[in-house]
């Protein structure tokens, strides 16, 4: 095994705890830290690398092939500010990255490293064919965990494949302005964060700096940055008067 950076094996570390507290993991079965496998609470096999470095198409395919061949589901994770374009930047694909992002239904999962905490979060490639738009998007829900089989018809990566996503991966930002119940309030509040209702006042506060520093007018001069950091702030008063603090 290579050099495992302190970034991926905290990332690494995060996903095994994230997947406890949602009672995702039934079984761990071997964690060599950038790879994870794992039974789900679910019973599938699911096999999760955190990547840091180059990532060459024939790995990717013989990862996908070694773990077809034992029933395993593939989730590919990656260290956003090494391996991926910025948020907003229209970039050219690679072909391992056309490769994740036609596996992962036109996203690629990475996560990424804020003040000692790590975010597990969708990065959309916007647009056809090479040219692509990255959009950041908000944290997954681990309860959405699942496995399927998706077909792929790129040069150097055709077949059908196994993979783990995230359903509902959008990471969509919800509108939390409607007038409803409070209940119903606070759950949009906690989607609009990207977070599971129930999150702890650690998770709500790093959640909220992760959006606040893509959506701050400031930061961001795309039409609507203002309007969507209102409802973040508004959102984010909610579940700190909800959770007492």
């Known amino acids: 095994m290579g050099h495992i950076s302190f970034e991926v094996a905290y990332a690494s570390a995060v996903f095994i705890e994230r997947l406890r507290t949602f009672g995702r993991l039934g ?4 964690n060599g830290i950038d790879i994870v496998l794992f039974e789900a609470d679910t019973g599938e096999k699911i096999s999760a690398h955190f990547i840091d470095s180059a990532l060459p198409l024939y790995e990717i395919r013989h990862v996908l092939t070694d773990n077809q061949a034992q029933g395993i589901a593939t989730l590919y994770i990656l260290w956003a500010d090494m391996m991926l374009p910025a948020d907003g930047q229209v970039y050219v694909a690679n072909d391992w990255m056309e490769a994740l992002y036609t596996l992962y239904d036109n996203s690629i999962y990475a996560f990424e490293m804020i003040e000692q905490e790590a975010f597990l979060f969708p990065v959309h490639f916007r647009g056809e064919g090479l040219r692509r738009k990255a959009e950041f998007g908000t944290t997954v829900r681990f309860s959405s965990l699942q496995t399927r089989e998706v077909t792929t018809y ?36 906690y989607a609009l964060l990207g977070l599971e209702p129930g999150a702890t006042l650690l998770e709500i506060k790093t959640a909220y700096r992760v959006l606040a520093r893509r959506y701050h007018p400031d930061l961001n001069v795309e039409s609507g940055s203002s309007d969507a950091m209102q409802k973040l702030n508004a959102a984010y008063a909610r579940l700190l008067e909800a959770v007492g603090k």
């Open 27 to 30: 079984k761990m079965l071997h």
């Open 154 to 189: 790129l040069a150097g990566l055709q077949g059908t494949w196994l993979i783990a996503d995230f359903a509902g991966k959008s990471g969509y930002a919800h509108d939390a302005t409607r007038e409803n119940e409070m209940l119903v309030t606070l759950s949009e509040d």
